[in-house]
């Protein structure tokens, strides 16, 4: 994507907690065509040492929304709080990305689709899974057709975190819990990779001694041609399993490992803004192989040949410049808001499944 040549994109961002200092503000002051201006955060002394005095901070949202020069807002607050200010950001003209998840519900992120779509204004989520490099290696050997016909695929998001603590994510509050907040990921993903399934079945548990917010999840989506899609998340998961697994009629695919960008950004690592996140670079690079085993053709017997797959870069950069592009109508939005609302809709039926215990179908309408 080459380098805009457009007035930078005045942005504001919402929240400095562990989103939005994280993610947003680096890839956002490092990404060609935006430019980061104003902060809404009760942390003005976090925001000043992080961003330097080149940014305001606004004491709060309404105030950063008030301002008549900042064309983007950016929400990176807590869950409960993403819909409400997605609507006021929205009704003060401004185009908005959210981070994901999208809303607390279906029905809030309905709303907030069909607000954006009577402005006509922009209105994304960022599911940045999309652009790990597992998740793009994944995509490109699916397309590849090597496998044969997929079977059975696994997304894995496990962690070992015995301890429980004292913060929204892990608390009883609207938007806590692990089928919230790493729910969107999978889910994404594997509509992304296979499209919506005809099923539903999900298993949501609390299971580290103390926990009050559900920190386990096991999921299956069934598929009309019999694909299976197993997403399972654990907080407590010593021997975490494999990111992804594929099996197919010619073959299979494993990759252990979570992608590198995150750690990158919590190091203080940030992307060279010169560098073009659609070619291969030291950004986003993964040195963790996957395990590729193919069926030879001809040979006698069920003979596989195994080999390890390079892991494609991650590019994270390339959702901000994407956004960029799109406000300037020389891209279509990375991440349209109406594929964020079909996460909303199966992150609702796991709930109403997990809590029914049983297999439920799948309306996408």
């Known amino acids: 994507m080459p380098t805009p040549t457009w007035p930078p994109v005045r942005t504001g961002l919402i929240g400095f907690g562990y989103a939005g200092r994280t993610f947003h503000a680096p890839l956002l002051r490092t990404t060609p065509g935006l430019a980061l201006v104003a902060v809404a955060s009760s942390q003005a002394a976090a925001v000043q040492a992080a961003l330097g005095p080149q940014v305001a901070v606004e004491p709060d949202a309404a105030a950063l929304l008030r301002r008549d020069d900042i064309e983007l807002v950016v929400i990176a607050t807590p869950n409960d709080s993403h819909h409400p200010l997605a609507l006021a950001a ?3 003209g401004k185009s908005v ?3 994901k998840p999208f809303a607390l519900s279906a029905h809030q992120a309905d709303e907030l ?3 954006a779509e009577q402005r006509g204004q922009l209105l994304s989520v960022f599911h940045n899974r999309r652009w790990d490099g597992d998740f793009l290696t994944v995509r490109q050997l699916l397309a590849s057709g090597q496998l044969g016909r997929i079977v ?12 429980v603590r ?10 806590g819990g692990l089928w919230i907040d790493l729910g969107p990921h999978l889910i994404d993903q594997a509509l992304q990779l296979f ?3 005809e099923t539903l079945y999900a298993d949501i548990a609390a299971v580290r001694d103390g926990a009050v917010a559900d920190d386990w999840f096991h999921a299956q989506l069934r598929y009309v041609d019999g694909l299976r899609v197993t997403l399972h998340a654990s907080a407590l998961a010593a021997h975490a399993g494999a990111r992804f697994v594929l099996h197919g009629t010619h073959g299979g695919y494993r990759k252990w490992g979570l992608d590198t960008q995150e750690d990158r950004l919590k190091a203080g690592q940030l992307p060279d803004p010169a560098a073009d996140p659609d070619r291969d670079d030291d950004w986003g690079a993964d040195p963790q192989r996957g395990a590729l085993a193919l069926w030879r053709t001809g040979a006698p017997g069920d003979a596989l040949e195994d080999r390890l797959l390079p892991t494609l870069n991650g590019r994270y950069p390339a959702y901000y410049r994407a956004i960029c592009a799109a406000l300037r109508g020389q891209a279509p939005n990375p991440v349209p808001p109406r594929e964020a609302l079909a996460v909303m809709r199966l992150l609702d039926l796991g709930r ?10 799948v309306d996408m309408e």
């Open 90 to 92: 929205l009704r003060a």
């Open 97 to 99: 990305v959210v981070d």
């Open 113 to 115: 689709v069909r607000e």
């Open 152 to 163: 059975h695929a696994e997304l894995h998001f496990d962690r070992f975190r015995a301890q």
């Open 166 to 175: 004292e913060r929204w994510r892990e608390s009883t509050a609207a938007g």
């Open 195 to 197: 499209g919506p399934p």
């Open 352 to 361: 109403r499944s997990a809590a029914e215990r049983r297999e439920l179908p």
